[in-house]
């Protein structure tokens, strides 16, 4: 274990489900953090280059959560590095360079093989975490608000995931960021088990005594709905294609990431779940 370097670590996404928890294990092994996004304190926005100098300076290291579909991080990545970054921690997603596991014309994973060739390069020491769906979808995500409701609708079949906790995420970044022996790999991360949306959603209910039903819809007509609900046709398209590797089985794969980078195995959904309803994720 190397002694925390005085200069920040600069966390984009740092109010978000991995840059929080990245935030909070930074501060517990007395690290200084410079936490950024647009409501951070570090005033950071991926569309405004100029909020990025000010985040990068005299920074040592930087925890980088991308936005999807904005393809403003490689000239990001490039400026980290010539302002001295010497460790950069990129969030990136499973499946990114396995064929057929996102559409060839994906946006969003288009601009994430970039993003990590990008880092690559840099010349600054980089390490590249690729997670599975995070099981905070279901306390702070975008399934929150429709298990609340009591019904699920997602276009992903009786298809089983390993959710991988965001906690284990950050504890992946923070000795990436922070320790030796991460430099120049790539971790793929999920939880230990693979749950159905019907089982996930039983957890809750065993937790919480709320029982929301899963609802499986076709594709289509699921992009349809969303963009209904004013979403862009481009995110609508990007949230389907995302969910697509998920309704063809891919996402239900353990992955070895978590036991190979920290020595031990990610936690359970069960776990996941027990922490969320102790703090009133699905109190309606
Ligand atoms: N969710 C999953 O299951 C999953 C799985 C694999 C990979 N990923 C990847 O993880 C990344 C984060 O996704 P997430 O959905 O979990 O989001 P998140 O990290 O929980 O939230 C997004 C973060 O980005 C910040 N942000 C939003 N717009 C921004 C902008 N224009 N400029 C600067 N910062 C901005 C937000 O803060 P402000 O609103 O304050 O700006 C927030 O801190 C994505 O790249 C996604 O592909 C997600």
Do not use: C
Not at 91 to 115: I, K, M, V
Not at 124 to 140: D, Y
Not at 221 to 233: I, K, M, R
Request: hydrophobic share 45%.
């Amino acid at each position: 274990m190397t002694t925390p370097t005085q200069h920040p670590i600069l966390v984009l996404g740092g109010t978000g489900k991995t840059g929080s928890r990245v935030v909070d294990a930074l501060r517990a092994r007395g690290a200084a953090v410079r936490v950024a996004s647009r409501s951070a304190e570090q005033h950071f926005d991926w569309s405004d280059d100029s909020t990025w100098a000010p985040a990068l300076a005299g920074a040592s290291a930087v925890y980088l959560v991308p936005l999807d579909g904005v393809p403003t991080g490689p000239a990001f990545v490039r400026q980290a590095a010539a302002a001295g970054v010497e460790r950069i921690v990129l969030l990136s997603a499973r499946g990114t360079d396995t064929p057929g596991y996102f559409a060839a014309d994906d946006p969003a994973n288009l601009a994430r093989l970039e993003l990590e060739a990008a880092v690559r390069d840099s010349g600054a020491q980089w390490t590249i975490l690729r997670p599975g769906w995070f099981a905070q979808n279901f306390s702070e995500g975008f399934f929150r608000d429709e298990i609340r409701s009591g019904e699920l609708y997602l276009p992903a079949g009786s298809a089983a995931v390993s959710f991988v906790d965001t906690e284990d995420i950050a504890a992946v970044a923070v000795a990436a960021l922070l320790d030796p022996g991460h430099a120049g790999r790539t971790y793929e991360l999920s939880g230990p088990r693979a749950v159905t949306f019907d089982e996930a959603l039983a957890e809750i209910a065993a937790a919480t005594g709320h029982r929301a039903r899963y609802i499986p819809v076709e594709p289509a007509a699921y992009t349809a709905a969303l963009v209904d609900q004013g979403l862009s046709e481009l995110d609508a398209g990007i949230w389907t294609s995302a969910l697509n590797g998920i309704l063809r089985g891919l996402e239900a794969k353990v992955s070895d990431g978590i036991p190979r980078a920290l020595g031990r195995p990610g936690r359970d959904f069960t776990e996941f779940v027990r922490t969320a309803a102790s703090t009133g994720a699905w109190t309606v």
